[in-house]
T-cell receptor, first 112, second 115 residues
Framework: GESVGLHLPTLSVQEGDNSIINCAYSNSASDYFIWYKQESGKGPQFIID?????DKRQGQRVTVLLNKTVKHLSLQIAATQPGDSAVYFCAEKPSGTYKYIFGTGTRLKVLA | ETGVTQTPRHLVMGMTNKKSLKCEQH?????MYWYKQSAKKPLELMFVYSLEERVENNSVPSRFSPECPNSSHLFLHLHTLQPEDSALYLC??????????????FGEGSRLTVL
């Protein structure tokens, strides 16, 4: 069935280091992918998105990489800060639907 | 102020109660969503409305009843819920009106506890 999975449930990173959060997706029809950040007690917050006609997209301190061959998505956070501590979700959306499919999330812990 | 506002933020109800969750978006979007977020589970899509019409058929128990009176407001009516329905209910909106809906904008959620 359709699924979006995350390789690691928890990731601990030293402050100042780079973080990489991975995600696998299974629906070849998905053409839009998003990363969300969710802090405790808050709703998910958009970080960055990418469409299937791209391999890489950069934002402020964040980069999303898309490998359609192996159906893999990753989020890279440069110079990780304490404020980056949160749960990160990937989501995919098949073309022509409103059905965003979310992964279970990875908790990022930033160590001082 | 967030573009998507949910009330109440917290709700405790008994299994025989009737209550409603409210969502309002100030973004001029055409699509609105209800998601359920339980511990250690992916976000589950419950309902989607686009231009006030329900789209995407998801299998949701009839004790949850959505209502979308206009493109800015979305309600989730709750009746005879079970303890396993306790969760964070998230409302979201997107540009909508077509296949390319863009990103979802979420509210802060309504934390529901069913006793």
């Amino acid at each position: 069935g359709e699924s979006v999975g995350l390789h690691l449930p928890t990731l601990s990173v030293q402050e100042g280091d780079n973080s990489i959060i991975n995600c696998a997706y299974s629906n070849s029809a998905s053409d839009y992918f998003i990363w969300y950040k969710q802090e405790s007690g808050k709703g998910p917050q958009f970080i960055i998105d990418i469409r299937s006609n791209m391999d890489k997209r950069q934002g402020q301190r964040v980069t999303v990489l898309l490998n359609k061959t192996v159906k893999h998505l990753s989020l890279q956070i440069a110079a990780t800060q304490p404020g980056d501590s949160a749960v990160y979700f990937c989501a995919e959306k098949p073309s022509g639907t409103y059905k965003y499919i979310f992964g279970t999330g990875t908790r990022l812990k930033v160590l001082a | 102020e967030t573009g998507v506002t949910q009330t109440p933020r917290h709700l405790v109800m008994g299994m025989t109660n009737k209550k409603s969750l409210k969502c309002e978006q100030h973004l001029g979007h055409n699509a609105m969503y209800w998601y359920k977020q339980s511990a250690k589970k992916p976000l589950e899509l419950m309902f989607v409305y686009s231009l006030e019409e329900r789209v995407e058929n998801n299998s949701v128990p009839s004790r949850f009843s959505p209502e979308c009176p206009n493109s800015s407001h979305l309600f989730l009516h709750l009746h005879t819920l079970q303890p396993e329905d306790s969760a964070l209910y998230l409302c979201a909106s997107s540009l909508g009106g077509g296949a390319d809906t863009g990103e979802l904008f979420f509210g802060e959620g309504s934390r529901l506890t069913v006793l």
